[in-house]
């Protein structure tokens, strides 16, 4: 008899008896502290698959979650999965528009939803012919849908259904960060490439953990650092569905005591910030991780000085599924991405697709057991990322003599200046390593001669810092050169950012 190969299996049903059955899986850390074990996670996702049967879900037919992070989370992500329903989780803070065309593109025939996001979903809906089923999650009874209470009436236990590991398993629209969202399809035997990989060989974590990450569910980072990896242990994950704010965060690193903490960049700058006036909570931090933007150098010396903790910078991708490249535990240069994570391969190549030298930069191209099973819809686009194993991430790298990677920016976001490839994150690095400046980020813009010349942004720390505007260029220039100044600066409230916390860069350039 062939092993069912379902995920399900492994990350749910393995941890059903034994020592871990009694362990905590997920606590809520908002409003009723609600907690599940893994003995439970178990039967219930048993129910759940069987509840998408009753209502008529069949095999393959998508169900579209917008679901905040919150216990029905992983018992709707992982009953799917057992039921062969392909769950598809999507960004919580979307416009109906555009929930309305991903529901449109993927053609899900079951939607999720939490009650506090149905308002915004529900028109998205309207003569919509291939919904059989809207659930609503939490809140008062609403006209014309399940709540999620009645959707589990009558439910009986039903074990995975047999899987083979090259089957898709779930999708995740990508972040949107330079354009129109895309579906990703991905398979079952990719949850545990990336827990085998990064989990294990970076992440290094065990059962004992307490995980907390700002990332939320929805998100292929966040998937990892609050499912998979944890999963993949019999760790416990924190739950948080509000906005990871440095005041909302402090508050759950005190109250939950996580071990491991993952953020982005534009949180751990808000929270070193922060605590220049704040006190630090009470946390006892082993291991903290950052993705979606590359590091600042001096965030990360700050937060190390700050915690006695290293924060590990490392890329990930939606295609690759979780973090492919990074700094290790014992082995963190700040300012650069670090290297390969063991299970991966990765190349720097240049427009000719040639392998470049020390010093060069070129397109970061990976490849792993985790790469995506390619785009929904979108053969054009497949064919461009997915070339056989290698995956194109449309990353520019730069390669140090010690074989580490130093991110120079999007290949879209990349120009020159006087014949040389200038990294608009070298510049935004100078900027924020100024002590009044919060964020920054750095474009391409024409002068008057119709050459390309640094164009940046600045958020200011306080509005008692603008005085520092008119000083800014020469501090540039003395930083890292003369020639990559920036020509234009504009002091801004707020950078335009996914809701992962991407820079949308393009939205600056018009």
């Known amino acids: 008899m062939t092993e069912n190969q379902n995920a399900a299996c492994y990350f749910v049903d393995r941890h059903r008896n034994g020592s871990r059955a009694d362990h905590v899986a997920f606590q809520e850390a908002a409003g009723t502290e609600r907690a599940i074990t893994y003995a439970d996670l178990a039967t219930e996702t048993d129910l759940v698959a069987n509840a998408f049967a009753n209502a008529g879900i069949a095999r393959e037919e998508r169900a579209l979650m917008l679901v905040l992070d919150q216990i029905e989370f992983p018992l709707i992500f992982w009953g799917a999965l057992k039921a062969g329903v392909v769950p598809v989780p999507v960004n919580t803070l979307l416009s109906t528009d555009v929930y309305r065309a991903i529901l449109e593109d993927s053609r899900a025939t079951s939607v999720f939803v939490s009650h506090e996001l149905a308002s915004v979903i529900l028109p998205a809906l309207q003569d919509n012919p291939n919904i059989k089923t809207t659930v609503v999650i939490g809140g008062a009874p609403l006209d014309g849908v399940s709540s999620f209470d009645t959707f589990m009436q009558g439910a009986t236990p039903q074990s995975a259904i047999v899987s083979s590991q090259d089957e898709t398993a779930f999708w995740l629209y990508s972040s949107g960060s330079t354009g129109q969202p895309k579906g990703v399809r991905h398979v079952h035997a990719a949850l545990k490439a990336t827990a085998d990989t990064y989990g294990e060989h970076v992440l290094r974590i065990t059962q004992d953990d307490v995980i907390f990450s700002a990332a939320k569910l929805f998100f292929a980072y966040g998937l990892g650092n609050g499912m998979t990896f944890p999963m993949s242990v019999g760790a416990t994950t924190i739950l948080f569905h509000g906005r990871p704010t ?83 535990p014992d082995d963190v240069v700040y300012g650069t991405s670090g290297k390969a994570v063991p299970g991966y391969a990765i190349r720097l190549v240049d427009e000719n697709n040639h392998d470049v030298n020390v010093g060069g930069i070129g397109e970061l191209l990976v490849k792993g057991q985790s790469s995506a099973d390619g785009y929904w819809n979108n053969r054009h686009k497949s064919r461009s990322t997915f070339e056989g194993e290698w995956t194109r991430t449309g990353d520019k790298y730069e390669l140090s003599d010690t074989g580490r990677l130093i991110y120079c920016g999007r290949t879209d976001d990349m120009f020159k200046v006087s014949g040389i490839w200038v990294s608009p994150f070298e510049i935004e690095q100078a900027l924020v390593s100024h002590p009044a400046i919060l964020e920054a980020a750095v474009v391409a813009k024409q002068d008057e001669e119709g050459l390309d010349k640094p164009h940046a942004f600045v958020v200011l720390k306080s509005a008692q810092n603008a005085d520092c505007i008119p000083h800014l260029k020469d501090y540039i220039k003395d930083k890292i050169g003369k020639w990559k100044y920036p020509r234009w600066i504009d002091v801004v409230d707020e950078l335009p950012k996914t809701a992962t916390g991407k820079i949308q860069r393009f939205k600056l350039r018009g």
């Open 246 to 328: 440095p005041e909302t965060v402090c508050d759950v690193l005190d109250r939950t005591k996580p071990t491991i903490f993952c953020g982005v960049p534009t949180l751990f700058a808000a929270l070193v910030h922060h605590f220049e006036t704040t006190p630090q909570p009470n946390a006892p931090l082993r291991r903290c991780i950052s993705a979606g933007e590359a590091l600042p150098e001096e965030i990360g010396k700050k937060w190390k000085g700050l915690w006695g903790v290293d924060i590990l910078d490392g890329v990930g991708s939606t295609e690759m599924l979780h973090i492919f490249l990074s700094n290790t």
